[in-house]
């Protein structure tokens, strides 16, 4: 306890030479030796515990993390202000087709959007900025 040890591995080497480094982290699951990226891109949607995400999540983590994988296989990063989900358009809302944010169906009239282009299939959505 309380010795820790890091080591870089290269992932992609060559032009960029992407980089990852190894520990004994706690994220995202407790006493899990995971491979946290320094870069690489979020890949959306990624299935993480028999769900799938399409966006950042936290659980029991200070920051918003991603995976980098379609299946999570312990390769992730902290979520950066590029890294969060965007807004799909035109995505299908009831009856309607949406090509702008909305404020129809929520209850505190703030403006939503879907993050796929079948909500009515697919239930996922986020509040616009």
């Known amino acids: 306890k309380g010795r820790s040890s890091v080591a870089l591995i290269p992932v992609q080497p ?24 320094l870069d690489g891109e979020c890949f959306f949607p990624f299935h993480y515990k028999n769900e799938i995400f399409y966006d ?8 918003k993390w991603c995976s980098l994988n379609e299946t999570y296989q312990g390769y992730w990063k902290y979520c950066s202000e590029d890294d969060f ?18 404020e129809d169906g929520d209850a505190f ?12 299939k697919d239930k996922m959505w986020k509040y616009c900025d």
């Open 85 to 102: 989900a965007k807004c799909v358009f035109p995505f299908w809302y009831r009856h309607m087709i949406y090509r702008e944010c909305t």
């Open 109 to 120: 009239g703030k403006k939503w959007c879907s993050l796929t282009q079948h909500y009515n």
């Open 56 to 63: 950042c999540v936290k659980f029991t983590t200070k920051h």
């Open 14 to 37: 060559g032009e960029g030479e992407s980089k990852f480094v190894t520990a004994p982290l706690t994220l995202p699951e407790k006493d899990q030796e995971c491979l946290f990226s």
